[in-house]
């Protein structure tokens, strides 16, 4: 009995137009040259075969904390001054221990009033109090606290310096935490082969101000002039609006006094929240000591008007003072989630939030990535075409279902790879991309020896039915069947071995696993239903007792 495959053939060529797509994109025209430049513009390549730096950070976490105790040392000297209690020093007793504060000199008399204040929920969030005899204290900052600070400060070292490297232009920076050393981070930066331009550049000081607002916004540079009669005065100018303040309607402008209230490394850090009462989503930022007092003069006194988030040249953002800000405070808005967490990244990364150390810098020369390039797409080639011959001599014209479904695999895998660019890309960079590294071309080989391996399975079972007397449609059946399970069992233990590769390597190990995670998922597709559908399209051909050629 005849199958009807017209679905099945439908679902295939889908699939199959869709992974050209992600191969080839939509090229500019349909020679060589141009075909190669559009599969270059898809596949994301890896540093080992792009070229370009590749630098190992370590971020000295022990600098931020030594920042946070340094502020709760100023912060606990002026509370203690504030309720009138005595003491005769509030220090950090041992340099090595950053996360000790000790407060000596406490009167007796006090002590219950100094332990109530130093257990109240400002410092108890933060630090385990102990001692209260002989007149002294030791507050030590909680293990968990500091763990999420360091954890903090990694985020926010990342953040900054993506913020820098883009400056230098590059084309997909890989830029993420170390997962092989505790608190390090990788750069990777394809295309850029001077380390001292790097190491510049992320050293370089990130300006972030926020300056008061005189006026807008505008809809035009010229209506802002034409607010202040074209006599704009010289303490003041005009700034354009970027990022998600710019809107739909394009870019507009504000009037913004030119000497910020603070600005840089007057922010100490500043997290993503809420509103607890109003649902709102809010910035929580800190301040060093020194900004938050003047800061706190210039807020007091300006209770209703605005201020402007300046970085680079434009305005980020603008928010209402609802009243006077020392050393924290909250911005609030009209804000997205996205919007909160992008302008949390901002104002944290005017400053790095602790020093770096490179562990590692290297960089792999353009010339080094193209004859990997070569070398391992000429193997991969040659075992391909190896591969397509014994199995066209070996199982003659069965040869030619496996060599369809193996070259079938090969575009979707390749097909799965540019269409997670093609993604990444539309999410504005932040979906997960598919990287082919060198490592990746030997899973592309591995996973085409793998595929031979199904067919090799399915074709020998179907061969052991037509030797038991069976009709072909019968021993087709049944060689699909029985195979079924070593093949899933062969993919599944392949897949989690894969998986734990990926998960505890490197960026080259990752990109072996990731090709051959995806090889084995377009192999089971293949190697079962594609190859399955051209056995029953073949079988809807043949004739009553005719065998099938294998």
């Known amino acids: 009995m005849k199958k009807n495959l017209k679905n099945k053939i439908a679902l295939i060529f889908a699939v199959l137009l869709l992974c050209l797509y992600g191969i080839f994109g939509i090229p500019s025209g349909i020679s060589g040259h141009a075909l190669l430049s559009a599969i270059g513009n898809q596949i994301h390549l890896g540093l080992d075969l792009r070229g370009g730096a590749h630098l190992i950070l370590q971020v000295q976490v022990s600098d931020a904390v030594n920042a946070e105790t340094d502020n709760s040392v100023q912060t606990i000297q002026a509370d203690l001054k504030k309720a009138n209690l005595s003491f005769s020093q509030v220090y950090k007793p041992d340099p090595s221990k950053p996360d000790i504060i000790r407060i000596d000199g406490t009167s007796a008399t006090q002590s219950d009033a100094v332990s109530t204040l130093l257990e109240g929920s400002k410092y108890a969030n933060e630090y385990d109090l102990s001692g209260g005899s002989q007149n002294s204290w030791t507050l030590t900052m909680k293990p968990t606290y500091e763990n999420d600070l360091d954890r903090r400060t990694v985020e926010q070292a990342i953040e900054t310096i993506r913020d820098r490297v883009d400056a230098l232009g590059v084309s997909e920076p890989l830029i993420e935490e170390y997962s092989l050393g505790a608190n390090q981070i990788l750069v990777e930066l394809p295309g850029v082969s001077d380390l001292d331009q790097v190491k510049s550049i992320i050293k370089a000081t990130a300006r972030l101000e926020i300056h008061p607002v005189e006026g807008g916004p505008f809809q035009d540079e010229q209506s802002a002039l034409a607010s202040v009669s074209g006599a704009l005065p010289p303490d003041q100018e005009v700034l354009p609006t970027s990022g998600d303040l710019a809107g739909a309607n394009g870019v507009s402008y504000y009037i913004v006094d030119r000497t910020a209230v603070v600005a840089g490394s007057d922010f100490r850090s500043a997290v993503p929240s809420v509103n607890s009462n109003t649902g709102q989503q809010i910035v929580q930022f800190t301040l060093t000591d020194e900004a938050g007092d003047k800061f706190w003069d210039y807020t007091s006194a300006n209770v209703g008007k605005s201020m402007a988030v300046v970085m680079g040249g434009t305005v980020r953002s603008v928010a209402v003072i609802k009243s006077g800000i020392r050393d924290s405070g909250e911005i609030e808005g009209s804000f997205t989630q996205r919007e909160v967490t992008e302008l949390s990244k ?141 093949i899933v069992d062969t993919h599944v233990t392949t897949i989690v071995s894969a998986a734990i590769l990926f998960m505890f390597g490197t960026g080259p190990v990752k990109g072996f696993a990731t090709t051959l995670t995806v090889g084995l998922l377009a192999n089971l597709f293949t190697a079962v239903f594609v190859s399955r559908v051209i056995f029953d399209a073949h079988l809807n051909h043949l004739k009553p007792g005719e065998m099938v050629s294998i």
């Open 346 to 486: 901002l104002l944290s990364s005017g400053a790095l939030p602790a020093s770096l150390n490179y562990i590692e810098a290297s960089t792999v020369g353009a010339t080094l990535g193209a004859d990997s390039i070569k070398e391992g797409v000429t193997a991969a080639i040659v075992g391909f075409a190896l591969v397509m011959i014994f199995m066209l001599v070996y199982y003659r014209g069965s040869g030619i279902n496996a060599d369809l479904a193996l070259v079938l695999n090969l575009i979707i895998l390749l097909g799965i790879m540019g269409l997670s660019t093609i993604m990444a890309r539309a999410s504005g960079g932040g979906g997960l991309t598919l990287t082919l590294t060198l490592p990746g071309i030997a899973g592309v080989i591995l996973t085409i020896g793998m595929g031979v391996d199904s067919n090799v399975l399915i074709f020998e079972r179907i061969r052991e039915e037509i030797r038991a007397g069976k009709a072909a449609s019968a021993a087709v059946d049944q060689g699909f069947a029985r195979a079924w399970v070593t």
